[in-house]
């Protein structure tokens, strides 16, 4: 088993250069949170003293990060830890939480996976406050839906690969369900994939990849699932006939992820937090970026085992951790899994979803940047911010967003501020599956619905950090009653 870091070409673009390709999200993120900038500038904030009514607090600020040995990661997390503090909120109990702002730059949070008024959600193109460097703000909100969600920053980074979600500003959010946990496994461990040492690659210079039009994309040299790079730091010890409830978090900037436990299976209890209809197991996991799964381990094959990406390049990278049996060593062992296609259905009901009151057509391709460029991405033909409003909607009413992605690049397309139910992948139909983040493969067609039930400015958008800052977003509205 090898641990060396992926190697990149030593030649990176001049960022003078990218500066000259780069389109205006900063003019509308600037434009959108003008209103949002000028309540926070204007009241009292303190970057070192918490509101008395907070009861978490939580520091944005660079730290050295130690992920395997003399591999140091300069970076920016919260209250000096990556991933940040987990954050275990009861549903419908309300919260206050002090964000005070030492990254250096205006930075804020997004509760992703919430039903949060849109002030309180963290993302400007909603209206969401911006939080200038040395000053705080104090996000109070009633947390729901109960389940696995996760926070994260929604600044944008544009080219600078050390900022938002390129960075170590992430964490855990869990909320318990008011009536409590039925208790189907006996303890929990949590783990967040993430990459890290990113540049920009131009994917023609390394004979492989997009075609030679194709612009920008970032690589990484190292990455971690958990804390440490593979064979670093403590492994999971666990005992044998133990039920182990993994709740995994894909918190990388822009990269999917396919996950194995080698000698053991993972049965697939909720996705995006939300409980699937048919619980399924599976050998290898697919998270692609803001996706969480939680996962039953049985531990019923005593050993030394790899729990790691099914990618070389990934593992060789650092990503992946030993789970090591109680009065068990030696070297850890990794097998490769069996190659099987992720499949949503999987996890849903055979029947149809219920009809719509309204269909909407989405279609999203690219413009390539060329050699040396930045991509810009589009929706119906048309990049943020010209795609505000996406759509309009009305309260109560259910729409089905019809999705084709007819570009060779993976998607993780996400929906604030609502959940929706996955109706169809390519030609499969099914019903019941809830999530807030869905992965489209290149070429390929989903179709999802949901429920208008959270008034206010509801963003949309792929979750990959570049496509998004490249105008792969849009602002569904809803009609003022």
């Given at each position: 088993?090898?641990?060396?870091?992926?190697?990149?070409?030593?030649?990176?673009?001049?960022?003078?250069?990218?500066?000259e390709t780069r389109f205006s999200r900063r003019k509308l993120?600037?434009?959108?949170?003008?209103?949002?900038?000028?309540?926070?500038?204007?009241?009292?904030?303190?970057?070192?003293?918490?509101?008395?009514?907070?009861?978490?607090?939580?520091?944005?600020?660079?730290?050295?990060?130690?992920?395997?040995?003399?591999?140091?990661?300069?970076?920016?997390?919260?209250?000096?830890?990556?991933?940040?503090?987990?954050?275990?909120?009861?549903?419908?109990?309300?919260?206050?939480?002090?964000?005070?702002?030492?990254?250096?730059?205006?930075?804020?949070?997004?509760?992703?996976?919430?039903?949060?008024?849109?002030?309180?959600?963290?993302?400007?193109?909603?209206?969401?406050?911006?939080?200038?460097?040395?000053?705080?703000?104090?996000?109070?909100?009633?947390?729901?839906?109960?389940?696995?969600?996760?926070?994260?920053?929604?600044?944008?980074?544009?080219?600078?690969?050390?900022?938002?979600?390129?960075?170590?500003?992430?964490?855990?959010?869990?909320?318990?369900?008011?009536?409590?946990?039925?208790?189907?496994?006996?303890?929990?461990?949590?783990?967040?994939?993430?990459?890290?040492?990113?540049?920009?690659?131009?994917?023609?210079?390394?004979?492989k990849g997009p075609p030679p039009d194709n612009g920008l994309?970032?690589?990484?040299?190292?990455?971690?699932?958990?804390?440490?790079?593979?064979?670093?730091?403590?492994?999971?010890?666990?005992?044998?006939?133990?039920?182990?409830?993994?709740?995994?978090?894909?918190?990388?900037?822009?990269?999917?992820?396919?996950?194995?436990?080698?000698?053991?299976?993972?049965?697939?209890?909720?996705?995006?937090?939300?409980?699937?209809?048919?619980?399924?197991?599976?050998?290898?996991?697919?998270?692609?970026?803001?996706?969480?799964?939680?996962?039953?381990?049985?531990?019923?094959?005593?050993?030394?085992?790899?729990?790691?990406?099914?990618?070389?390049?990934?593992?060789?990278?650092?990503?992946?951790?030993?789970?090591?049996?109680?009065?068990?060593?030696?070297?850890?062992?990794?097998?490769?899994?069996?190659?099987?296609?992720?499949?949503?259905?999987?996890?849903?009901?055979?029947?149809?979803?219920?009809?719509?009151?309204?269909?909407?057509?989405?279609?999203?391709?690219?413009?390539?940047?060329?050699?040396?460029?930045?991509?810009?991405?589009?929706?119906?033909?048309?990049?943020?911010?010209?795609?505000?409003?996406?759509?309009?909607?009305?309260?109560?009413?259910?729409?089905?967003?019809?999705?084709?992605?007819?570009?060779?690049?993976?998607?993780?397309?996400?929906?604030?501020?609502?959940?929706?139910?996955?109706?169809?992948?390519?030609?499969?139909?099914?019903?019941?599956?809830?999530?807030?983040?869905?992965?489209?493969?290149?070429?390929?067609?989903?179709?999802?619905?949901?429920?208008?039930?959270?008034?206010?400015?509801?963003?949309?958008?792929?979750?990959?950090?570049?496509?998004?800052?490249?105008?792969?977003?849009?602002?569904?509205?809803?009609?003022?009653?």
């Amino acid at each position: 088993m090898t641990f060396s870091a992926y190697r990149l070409p030593p030649r990176t673009p001049d960022q003078d250069s990218l500066r000259e390709t780069r389109f205006s999200r900063r003019k509308l993120l600037l434009g959108a949170g003008t209103a949002g900038l000028a309540a926070v500038t204007n009241r009292p904030c303190y970057a070192q003293a918490a509101p008395p009514s907070a009861d978490h607090n939580i520091r944005i600020a660079p730290i050295s990060l130690e992920i395997g040995p003399n591999k140091v990661i300069q970076t920016t997390g919260y209250n000096n830890t990556v991933p940040g503090p987990q954050l275990r909120l009861k549903e419908g109990s309300p919260v206050a939480i002090n964000v005070v702002n030492d990254s250096g730059y205006p930075n804020l949070i997004h509760w992703h996976g919430l039903f949060v008024p849109p002030l309180q959600d963290g993302a400007v193109e909603e209206g969401s406050p911006i939080i200038p460097p040395g000053e705080s703000l104090l996000y109070s909100f009633t947390p729901k839906p109960a389940g696995t969600r996760w926070y994260h920053s929604h600044a944008m980074a544009m080219t600078d690969l050390n900022r938002s979600t390129y960075s170590g500003e992430f964490g855990f959010l869990v909320i318990d369900p008011a009536a409590g946990d039925p208790g189907r496994y006996d303890r929990e461990v949590m783990l967040a994939a993430h990459h890290w040492e990113g540049s920009w690659v131009s994917m023609q210079d390394m004979h492989k990849g997009p075609p030679p039009d194709n612009g920008l994309e970032a690589m990484y040299r190292s990455a971690t699932l958990g804390d440490r790079m593979l064979g670093h730091g403590e492994p999971i010890r666990v005992r044998q006939g133990e039920r182990v409830l993994f709740r995994l978090l894909n918190a990388s900037g822009s990269m999917g992820i396919s996950l194995a436990l080698s000698g053991h299976r993972f049965t697939v209890v909720t996705l995006d937090g939300n409980p699937v209809p048919t619980p399924t197991t599976v050998d290898v996991l697919k998270l692609d970026v803001a996706e969480r799964a939680d996962v039953i381990v049985a531990m019923n094959n005593p050993g030394v085992w790899v729990f790691a990406s099914t990618d070389d390049d990934d593992r060789n990278m650092g990503m992946g951790v030993v789970v090591e049996y109680e009065n068990r060593n030696g070297d850890p062992l990794w097998s490769p899994p069996p190659k099987t296609a992720w499949d949503y259905t999987a996890f849903g009901r055979s029947g149809p979803a219920a009809a719509p009151d309204e269909t909407i057509d989405l279609k999203f391709e690219k413009i390539p940047g060329g050699r040396g460029g930045y991509n810009r991405w589009t929706i119906n033909g048309k990049s943020w911010p010209d795609t505000n409003p996406l759509f309009t909607v009305q309260r109560g009413k259910h729409y089905r967003l019809v999705m084709n992605n007819n570009s060779g690049d993976e998607h993780p397309v996400h929906l604030h501020r609502h959940s929706f139910e996955v109706t169809k992948v390519g030609d499969k139909t099914t019903s019941g599956l809830m999530k807030d983040t869905i992965s489209m493969p290149r070429y390929s067609t989903a179709e999802i619905d949901f429920v208008a039930d959270n008034p206010g400015n509801t963003l949309f958008h792929c979750h990959h950090q570049d496509h998004m800052d490249e105008g792969f977003a849009g602002l569904i509205t809803y009609v003022k009653s």
